[in-house]
């Protein structure tokens, strides 16, 4: 469907919860900055790691009186207040509006499976926290999102499409409200690592001792951070009504699996994904001014990554590539959904988010990565891509917003 007939699917609401700052104001400012949220893991006990580091949220406080969430989701209900109350929605209007919530998540509150088995081995199945072994289940991360508002005619759904499940949220979220079933959206993602996750990754070797370094020629590896990120979804006529400020426009998304490798997408589906996105949103290679990476600094990721770019982008330039995960970590279920409230923040406030933690570019990656320091630009089009295991491919383009 030419997109001139469709309905446009505008942002009017962006919240973060992030390693590098909260809320529109302390993530765009982390973002400018280049700030680098990895410290040293504390969450738990570390001993027998040669390393472990992680990107945690320092400054988010868990709410001790509401026992019935979990951390994962006390993030994301809490960037869900931030993205409705930017958005300008008074909660009794919200309610009104048959909505859904799309939430991509990874591992959801499975923090607590750490906990649980902990206390397992000290003191037996007979005595273990009902509700904390209640609260691990991943459809709670949305249900909470729409009970936080009182959400009636709602469809609270979780999206376990593990790395991109952030960009297949708001894929849904597109898809519903373009066919008439709902009118406004809260999607995006929410994770917070555990330490099965962690050993996982270590032990197939892609854990960076130190940090995460995108596209760098010493990268060693991923590392993990949490968070959440959410965006409020509309049509533009249901914006131009209640006279809604308009953040940024989605243009479309496109999803592919090639079901090839657990850990290793295949470069052709990838590339079949993000040249999908652009054709389904009507846009050229050209008309690209900015893409969010993967980016993920493994040896085998970054360097695919790249060859998809060469040849979605052919004869046109690649544009400026910026790696985020070296700013707020791998934020999982998360991280395309950081990556599409960072592109907003770009397209609004006029930079190019930087790659931090380079140092000499990987001949293999022949990008320009935007090394280190933020850059004044005018993006006006941004191609996000992600990836996740098992070849669960998804990107969206945004556009800046024209009346």
Known sequence: MPATDRTRVVVTGIGVISSIGNGRDGYLAGLRAGRCGVGDVTFFDTEGFAHARMHEVRDFVYDEDRTEH??????????????VEDSGYAPSSLRAKRSLVAIGTTDGD???VD??????????LADLDVVRASRFRLGRVPVAVAKEFGLTDVEPIALPDV??????????AVDAIRSGDVEVALCGGGDTPNRKVF???????????????????????VVFGEGAAVLVLESLESARARGARVLAEVLDYNLTCDAFHPTRPLRDMVTACLRGALENAGVAPS???LVFAHGTGTKANDPMECAAFAEVFGDTPIPPVSGIKSMIGHTMGAAAAHSCVAAILAMEHGFLPPTVNHGVLDPDC??????????????????????????????????????
């Open 163 to 172: 790395c991109a499940a952030g960009n297949y949220a708001i894929g849904n």
């Open 110 to 112: 499975a923090r607590d």
């Open 287 to 289: 008309e690209v001014d």
């Open 70 to 83: 979990g951390l994962t989701t006390q993030m994301t209900v809490a960037a869900a207040r931030m993205a």
């Open 115 to 124: 906990e649980l088995t902990a206390d397992e081995v000290r003191k037996g």
């Open 199 to 221: 050993a996982n990754m270590y032990r197939l070797g892609a854990i960076s001792p130190e940090a995460c370094r995108p596209f760098d020629a010493d990268r060693s590896g």
């Open 366 to 403: 022949p990008i320009d990565c935007v090394p280190n320091t933020a850059r004044p630009a005018r993006p006006r089009t941004v191609l996000v891509n992600a990836l996740g295991f098992g070849g669960a491919n998804a990107a969206v383009v945004l556009r800046e917003y024209e009346d």
